[in-house]
C-alpha cells in the first residue's frame, strides 16, 4: 500500500445539536482512487468541506501529506495541493470558458497593481503561458472545447460544463482531487463518457489521488479502488466494492432493515 496522503482523526463536525461527522477516522493513500458512499445525510460532503477549510471542525485533525491543515483557510488547502469539484454546477456562466479554468490557477497570478503595469512583458508571458495550458486541458478532455474557449460557458452542454468545472480543478496540478458527484444532472452516456474522461486524462497528468462521492453505483465499481461508506458521519465499512456492497450494515444504510434482511 502506498503511503498516507490524507489522514483524518477523530474529524468531529457538529450544526448545533447535529453531529454530521462523528469522531471520523479515515485514510487516503497516495495515488488511489477512493469512493466516499453513504445515504444522503451521512456525512460525505461535509468531510469534503472541512477537509478544503469551508467548515472548521468541531474535534480532530487532519494531516496533508504529514502536515497538519485541520482549521486551515479554503486558500491554503488549496495552496497545499488539494482541490475539488461541486455537485452542483459552480461555473459563471457568462464568463468564458477560459476565464472560469484560468481563476482555479489563481494562486501562481502576480496579482499587485505596480508588478502589472510595470512588468507589462511579464504579464503577457503569464497570460500566453495560462492560455497555452487551458487550450491543453480542455483537449485533453474534449478536442472540440478549445474552440469554445473565449465563449460563455452558458453556452455548453451539462457534461462538456463538467470538463470545464474539472479542468479548473486540474489546472493548478493537484496533489488530491476531491469530485462531489460529477455525474449529477447527466445522463447514464454522459456519465460513462465522463468517467472515460476522467480516468484518460490521470493517465497522462499522472495518477493524482482521487476522492469520489457518487451514487451511480456502476461508477464506483467501474473506477475505485478502495471504498469507505459512512452513515450518521459514522464508517460503518471499508473495502473493495465487492467487500463493501456484500457488508450487511451498507445493506441496512442503503436499503433498510427490511429490505437487507
Known sequence: ????????????????????????????????????????GSGKTTFFNVVTGLYAASAGTILFDGRNISGHAPQQVYRA?????????????????FDNVAIGNYQHFEHGLLANLFRRDELKRDYDRTVELVHSLLHTFNKDLPQKMFQPAGGLTMIDRRRVELCRALISKPRLLLLDEPSAGMTHDETNELMDDILQVRAR???????IIEHEMNVIQRITERCVVLNYGKKIAEGNYREITADPQVQVAYLGQEAAA
Open 205 to 211: 497528468l499522472g495518477p493524482f489521488t482521487i476522492v
Open 1 to 40: 500500500m502506498s503511503k498516507a496522503l490524507l489522514q483524518a482523526t477523530g474529524l468531529t463536525m457538529r450544526f448545533g445539536g447535529l453531529t454530521a461527522l462523528d469522531a471520523l477516522d479515515l485514510t487516503v493513500f497516495d495515488g488511489e482512487i477512493l469512493g466516499l458512499l453513504g445515504p444522503n
Open 81 to 97: 495541493g488539494v482541490t475539488r469539484t461541486f455537485q452542483r454546477s459552480r461555473l459563471s456562466l457568462t464568463m468564458t470558458v
